[in-house]
T-cell receptor, first 113, second 118 residues
Framework: DAKTTQPTSMDCAEGRAANLPCNHSTISGNEYVYWYRQIHSQGPQYIIHGLKNNETNEMASLIITEDRKSSTLILPHATLRDTAVYYCIVRRNYGGATNKLIFGTGTLLAVQP | DTGVSQNPRHKITKRGQNVTFRCDPISEHNRLYWYRQTLGQGPEFLTYFQNEAQLEKSRLLSDRFSAERPKGSFSTLEIQRTEQGDSAMYLC????????????????FGPGTRLTVL
């Protein structure tokens, strides 16, 4: 599975959009981009995933560049409860040799009041 | 809430003791995963079950670790002769197999069991 690079930490003002970048320059054609977050002392929470098209759900939007080498997770109106570590993970589809998720160290997003 | 549940949530034990953790996946999820997370790091994969079959094990899963899923529903993770280095959060996740071509199996995590070995 392709490796990802994320900033170690970011700040965001409450009520503003939080834009979390992720680089995955070695991504291959059948690999999906997944985002999870982990609030302190809790299990990771699934946010969203995509292959090549932009995706949106009730939690966030995922923007994937046309060459698929990077993506951005957008939280449209960040709240204090969005303070967490955000993980960007690239993973093969179900037909791949592995089903495991490979986590990096993620981005610590601190939403400021 | 019918999410993944894990018990106990916290476990404190003395070095050398055996411990067992339980994971109950989301109903009808036939795939189950165990991960371990140490302080400041992301979760690391330990093992994966599809129904009752253990299909993949990480090299992190030493001989002191054993995981079972006897009836393809709940799973247990046992650590024998615990060491201080085993102190970590143990996470369980479950997923459905993809049902349509081009879809994926999204993993949903439980709250974890925090183990402290004294």
């Amino acid at each position: 599975d392709a490796k990802t690079t994320q900033p170690t930490s970011m700040d965001c003002a409450e009520g503003r959009a939080a834009n979390l970048p992720c680089n995955h320059s070695t991504i291959s054609g059948n690999e999906y981009v997944y985002w999870y977050r982990q609030i302190h002392s809790q299990g990771p929470q699934y946010i969203i995933h995509g292959l090549k098209n932009n995706e949106t759900n009730e939690m966030a939007s995922l923007i994937i560049t046309e060459d698929r080498k990077s993506s951005t997770l957008i939280l449209p109106h960040a709240t204090l409860r969005d303070t967490a570590v955000y993980y960007c993970i690239v993973r093969r589809n179900y037909g791949g040799a592995t089903n495991k998720l490979i986590f990096g160290t993620g981005t610590l997003l601190a939403v400021q009041p | 809430d019918t999410g993944v549940s894990q018990n106990p949530r916290h476990k404190i034990t003395k070095r050398g003791q055996n411990v067992t953790f339980r994971c109950d996946p989301i109903s009808e999820h036939n795939r189950l995963y165990w991960y371990r997370q140490t302080l400041g790091q992301g979760p690391e994969f330990l093992t994966y079950f599809q129904n009752e079959a253990q299909l993949e094990k990480s090299r992190l899963l030493s001989d002191r670790f054993s995981a079972e899923r006897p009836k393809g529903s709940f799973s247990t993770l046992e650590i024998q002769r615990t060491e201080q280095g085993d102190s970590a959060m143990y996470l369980c996740a479950s997923s459905l197999p993809p049902r349509l071509a081009g879809t994926t199996d999204t993993q949903y995590f439980g709250p974890g069991t925090r183990l402290t070995v004294l």
